[in-house]
């Protein structure tokens, strides 16, 4: 197996219960046009890859397991320009058939509701990410010029992201008192 072997796409319905039966294991990638809440969460979807194992856990529960790992160009919310940005996350799925039975799991399971006729597989990939994404992603490298930096306008969107990054607050309010 070379690398230009042409990775395999998922198909987006399936029949989760039968794939559990057969113990499948999918491997390949989704399409990310079809991904409408991603495509505008972000300025363009890349690769995606999956990785689904289907089968029982030791309590006899159907569950997929795996990873999504997806490369992504999103804005950066310091200097807005864009930025390559690659999440990955694990996969810990339950099928059941109802709330009732979403309810019962324990929380590192999340439910897949599903009957036993063919469900969107991408949609439920496609929250997985949503969910994996930062809601405010910026640069690790300082991407503003240290100038603008210094100027009123710029501080007031430092503020903003304390809650997503104290330690560039707190290197920020530092900076602040060593000037005066
Ligand atoms: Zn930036």
Known sequence: MSD???KKIIPRHIEPRKFVNHAVFLSGQILGDG???LTEASI???HIDVELEFGFDEERRRTVTGWVQADLLVECQRCLEPMPYSVKTD?????VWDEEKARQLPSRLEPWIAGEDAEDLYAMIEEELLLA???APSHSELCIDSALLSSGEVAIEDEEETTNNPFQALAALK????KH
């Open 91 to 95: 996969i810990h799925w339950a099928i």
């Open 35 to 37: 991904l409408t809440r």
């Open 4 to 6: 230009s072997t042409p």
């Open 133 to 135: 994404l930062p809601t």
């Open 175 to 178: 900076g602040k008192e060593t």
């Open 44 to 46: 363009e979807v890349g």
